[in-house]
């Protein structure tokens, strides 16, 4: 069992930068793909960005490209989200999930999301 912890959301005001964390317990992270996702109010959830297992294939959503960073440090365990030029568009609860292999190519743990806030 995977239970993914996400830390580092909070309030900033446009423009500004935040970075989210997002930890295991019970299990390393280090030979799962991760991504990163977030839901507005009333929206649907939306995929914000991915990243492999080594760290070395990344890719984004549209409208988050050249804003958003997805890196990890299987050292530490722990998969980042540097979020800078942050805009109020970008309020949401933000969600890390891994593909672990027990649904397929699906991502199958999730963690209990972060409330990011962007003021303007």
């Known amino acids: 069992q995977v239970q993914l912890v996400e830390s580092g959301g909070g309030l900033v005001q446009a423009g500004g930068s935040l970075r989210l964390d997002c930890a295991p317990s019970?299990?390393?992270?280090?030979?799962?793909?991760m991504g990163w996702f977030r839901q507005a109010p009333g929206k649907e959830r939306e995929f914000v960005a991915s990243?492999?297992?080594?760290?070395?294939?990344?890719y984004y959503g549209n409208s988050v490209k050249g804003r958003f960073t997805i890196s990890r440090d299987n050292a530490k365990n722990t998969v980042y989200l540097q979020m800078n030029s942050l805009k109020p568009e970008d309020t949401a609860v933000y969600y890390c999930?891994?593909?672990?292999?027990?649904?397929?190519?699906?991502?199958?743990?999730w963690g209990q999301g972060t409330q990011v806030t962007v003021s303007s």
């Open positions: 990243i492999n297992w080594s760290g070395r294939s990344t």
């Open positions: 999930a891994a593909i672990t292999g027990s649904a397929g190519n699906e991502y199958d743990y």
């Open positions: 019970g299990r390393t992270l280090s030979s799962y793909a």
